[in-house]
């Protein structure tokens, strides 16, 4: 069966400090990911996603990159955190057909 | 603007009542999903809507998918405090399924 994880699951960072979320996918190929943010749980906005391994496509204009530097892995991260990045970050896949998306458990991300 | 306004944004209510969460836009969609999501977790989805007038049901929620496809309702028939959540529809755009679009969100309490 398939899993996604992502790590850590909350972190407390300053501003100006760099950031780096992992999240992989198992048992399956190829898959399509995603980064969302959801802000004082609410709606999620979507910020990257990646259709394959090197392409990264950004939704919205922003602090953070993405990056997938394998199949099964996706990266969001940041080189100097600011405050207005502080939220709740998804990491989700879809198998590329089909119309189900799956999420990860969520990474807590407070600056301060 | 919003492109799918849900309302209302919080509902408090009793073990047993019924209730209604709606999801509107002035676009029409080719699909339309809902999930449901508890504290410091990922969005589960609960149903996929894709046919104008079409009815779901799924124990006791019954989904409906407007006529015109530009709206839709999800109605819980006697309320469990286990149905506390935040409740929240979203739209697929472009070729990856994965890139949704979703609304701000219901935000229910049911009070035992």
């Known amino acids: 069966s398939q899993t996604i994880h992502q790590w850590p699951a909350t972190l407390v960072q300053p501003v100006g400090s760099p950031l780096s979320l992992e999240c992989t996918v198992e048992?399956?190929?190829?898959?399509?990911l995603y980064w969302y943010r959801q802000a004082a749980g609410r709606g999620l906005q979507l910020l990257f996603y990646?259709?394959?391994?090197?392409?990264i496509s950004s939704e919205v204009p922003q602090n953070l990159s993405a990056s997938r530097p394998q199949d099964r892995q996706f990266i969001l991260s940041s080189k100097k955190l600011l405050l207005s990045d502080s939220g709740f970050y998804l990491c989700a896949w879809d198998p590329g057909s089909g119309n189900t998306i799956y999420f990860g458990e969520g990474s807590w991300l407070t600056v301060v | 603007t919003q492109l799918l306004e849900q309302s209302p944004q919080f509902l408090s209510i009793q073990e047993g009542e019924n209730l209604t969460v709606y999801c509107n836009s002035s676009?029409?969609?080719?699909?339309l999903q809902w999930y449901r999501q508890e504290p410091g977790e990922g969005p589960v989805l609960l149903v996929t809507?894709?046919?104008?007038?079409e009815v779901k049901k799924l124990k006791r929620l019954t989904f409906q998918f407007g006529d015109a496809r530009k709206d839709s309702s999800l109605h819980i028939t006697a309320a469990q405090p286990g149905d506390t959540g935040l409740y929240l529809c979203a739209v697929a755009g472009g070729t990856s399924y994965g890139k949704l679009t979703f609304g701000q969100g219901t935000i229910l309490t049911v009070h035992p």
């Open positions: 990646s259709v394959g391994i090197g392409q």
């Open positions: 048992g399956t190929s190829n898959p399509n």
């Open positions: 676009s029409v969609f080719s699909s």
């Open positions: 809507v894709v046919t104008g007038g």
